[in-house]
């Protein structure tokens, strides 16, 4: 994956969940997704976005999870978006 605009952001070593998820992947070998170094940065700027999201995703809604999910991949490609 490429480097972050923010190395700061990425170079963080941050506590709590999405910290500990960044640092498995790295230790897996595992690309990190650039928008959970921006979760693990400052967490409690965070938290709303991420409880959103996983209600926009996988909330109550007539689309199953995986269409939703597609949906959101095939708009961020076509918004040339790397998240």
Known sequence: MDQMFLPEIEQHAGSGPWADAVRQMRE??????QIMHLFAYKTDRTEHLARFTQGVMRGPSPLPPGIRELIAAFT???NDCPF
């Open 28 to 33: 897996a070998g595992q690309p990190v997704p």
């Open 76 to 78: 961020s490609r076509r």
